[in-house]
């Protein structure tokens, strides 16, 4: 069961708001006694001096040393601190900004409770500084540059400092952030630790269909942990729970990212970790690190943008038909298939808008590819999945927006070639030890790595054909295994 405690300096400052159990003042918290790791206890450190040795940050790094999980951490503290270099961990922050209807006034100064403020129109840019900055209150200071805003200012606020209209927006945010925490009812069953599977709705192609989510979601109850499904917008939630489960497509440039090196710098037990998305999801990486170790792939080159092609060279080398792929694409997007010297012109034309660098690659023929997923470097399924009718790949996107698929077949593991889990398993070892789906193309003479997936698909009726359940499972236990493995070093 989780425990929350609102630490204040004097008992006096919560006057305005609704008595509360979890209220403690920072002496009392300070002088605490230690009774060891307290991974389900959260801190909400409301001191109103968070300087270097206050009491304040004394309160948040003692949080941490005991294994709580607080707000703000010591490590927002010190980003506070220095937040003259804020566009230093979010270079997209102007476009927040640009966005912002605040007014004609050329000084501006915003309070923001858990990212939120009176201001609708600064409802995306107060989220994303929450995100940077986790603190209960952070006070913004803008100004017009010509037609454009900018951030002056950061900088902590204070709980006695709010007016009456400031007190009903802070009630009401720290009221929604913490609701989980002190509103969730008392479940039947108690769970040893919370486990949060990051979902996009809006995705086109989720890595798991909601029926396979409702799977994941049972096994995990019946192996003891509590698992809630969170969007994009729930990062300020991260401190919430013991495991994060990324089942939505990743990328470096995107929340995905953000999402695990959140959770990792915050030592929780995360798939897919951030060094498996910064493998898996470029292309160009992957084709240098396998070509390193020996490991078969389709022939490979780079283009350069900024280097002149010779395709008469490429045309001696690969021949036609040949592959194009930008670095970065997935679900056999950014793939496409040249017939001729005037297709390759205007698809390298095409692609470089978006890429300094293209792979062209030999174009290989098989009727299915093979894909074995791993986890913690043992295979746990294997699917064949055949390409789209009348297509060249498995995925089909149609000009017309739609997009086919070809069919599948999925078998236990025991009946795939011993070749190709082979050759699969020394792939999937320079990657890590996380949840991955290894692309294959089986020839008569060779097995190639088209590539390694950090987040491969898991789709009810599909790739769990074979195992059922005891798929979900197997993948629960291993956060659990893993869990079980943080806690004790704890200890």
């Not at 929450?130 to 805003?149: A, G, N």
């Not at 040893?192 to 799977?215: G, M, Q, T, V, Y």
């Not at 790949?393 to 599948?408: A, L, P, R, V």
């Not at 997936?453 to 499972?473: F, H, K, Q, T, V």
Request: with cysteine; hydrophobic share 35%; net charge neutral.
């Amino acid at each position: 069961m989780q425990t929350l405690h609102i630490v204040v300096d004097h008992l006096d400052d919560w006057r305005p708001y609704y008595p509360s159990n979890e209220l403690i003042s920072v002496e009392d918290y300070l002088s605490a006694p230690v009774t060891g790791p307290e991974s389900k206890t959260r801190v909400i450190n409301l001191c109103g001096d968070y300087d270097y040795l206050s009491t304040g940050y004394y309160c948040s790094l003692l949080a941490e040393a005991r294994g709580q999980r607080v707000i703000p951490s010591i490590r927002s503290i010190n980003d506070l601190a220095n937040h003259r270099y804020y566009r230093l961990y979010d270079n997209d922050l102007n476009r927040y900004l640009e966005k912002c209807d605040i007014g004609d006034a050329r000084h501006l100064r915003v309070k923001f409770f858990f990212g939120q403020s009176s201001q609708a129109s600064l409802e995306k840019l107060g989220r994303r500084l929450f995100e940077l900055y986790p603190c209960p209150i952070l006070l913004v200071d803008f100004s017009r540059r010509e037609r454009h805003w900018q951030i002056d200012a950061i900088n902590p606020g204070k709980l006695t400092e709010l007016n009456d209209e400031e007190q009903t927006l802070f009630a009401n945010a720290i009221d929604g952030y913490s609701r989980k925490i002190w509103r969730k009812p008392r479940p039947r069953k108690r769970f040893r630790f919370d486990l949060a599977i990051l979902c996009n709705a809006k995705e086109a192609f989720p890595p798991s269909d909601k029926k396979a989510i409702k799977h994941f979601i049972r096994a995990g109850n019946e192996l003891g942990l509590d698992v809630e499904v969170i969007g994009p917008h729930d990062y300020a939630r991260l401190l919430e729970y013991d495991a994060l489960f990324i089942r939505e497509t990743t990328a470096i440039d995107h929340h995905t990212y953000r999402f695990a090196k959140r959770a990792e710098s915050e030592g929780m037990v995360v798939l897919d970790d951030p060094d498996s998305i910064l493998k898996c999801t470029n292309k160009v990486f992957l084709a240098d690190l396998l070509a390193a170790h020996k490991i078969a792939t389709p022939r490979t080159r780079l283009l350069m943008r900024d280097k002149p092609l010779d395709y008469e060279e490429l045309e001696q080398e690969f021949g036609y038909p040949a592959v194009l792929k930008i670095p970065d694409g997935s679900f056999s997007r950014g793939v496409v298939k040249v017939q001729n010297r005037a297709e390759l012109e205007k698809q390298c034309r095409s692609l470089f808008q978006d890429s300094a660098i293209l792979l062209c690659q030999e174009y290989v023929v098989t009727d299915y590819d093979w894909r074995i997923g791993f986890l913690n470097n043992k295979p746990i399924y294997a699917c064949q999945y055949f390409m789209a009718r009348g297509h060249w790949q498995i995925y089909n996107h149609g000009s017309d927006g739609k997009t086919k698929s070809g069919g599948f077949t999925t078998l236990p593991v025991h009946q795939v070639p011993k070749d190709v889990i082979k050759t699969a398993s020394r792939a999937v070892k320079l990657i890590g030890d996380g949840l991955y789906g290894v692309d294959m193309k089986q020839l008569p003479d060779r097995n190639v790595i088209i590539e390694i997936n950090d987040n491969p698909s898991i789709d009810s009726g599909i790739e769990d054909a074979w195992l059922g359940e005891d798929l979900y499972r197997t993948v629960m236990a291993e956060f659990l295994r893993r869990l079980e493995r943080l806690h004790n070093d704890y200890r």
